[in-house]
Nanobody, 120 residues
Framework: QVQLVESGGGLVQPGGSLRLSCAAS????????MGWYRQAPGKQRELVAT???????NYADSVKGRFTISRDNAKNTVFLQMNSLKPEDTAVYYC??????????????WGQGTQVTVSS
């Protein structure tokens, strides 16, 4: 019913930058928020950043000041600009959307994940 399509992952050297994109498609009624999570090998999935329909954002302390989340509401797309990347940022990054497809009921949806590798 809802599909989240991610792009932008890849291999980058420490200090470099990447920009992730995630577009939500389907019979979407309303998006409450979209965001990014990540999961590194041997670690639990963790919140990276979220942005709601009004533009309010929040970030994990580990990425604050380096990452910026933004969105294009008309295209149901969220972006994650990642600067000053560190090896510890290496993880699979998952797009997440909390939205409704029929009326007020809200559900969360996940993308397939995109690999980000920061290595020299």
């Amino acid at each position: 019913q809802v599909q989240l399509v991610e792009s932008g992952g890849g291999l980058v050297q420490p200090g470099g930058s990447l920009r992730l994109s995630c577009a939500a498609s389907g019979n979407i009624f309303s998006i409450y928020y979209m965001g990014w999570y990540r999961q590194a090998p041997g670690k639990q999935r963790e919140l990276v950043a979220t942005i709601n329909s009004g533009g309010s954002t929040n970030y994990a302390d580990s990425v604050k000041g380096r990452f910026t989340i933004s969105r294009d509401n008309a295209k149901n797309t969220v972006f994650l600009q990642m600067n000053s990347l560190k090896p510890e940022d290496t993880a699979v990054y998952y797009c997440n959307a909390f939205l409704s497809i029929a009326g007020p009921a809200r559900n969360n949806y996940w993308g397939q994940g995109t690999q980000v590798t920061v290595s020299s």
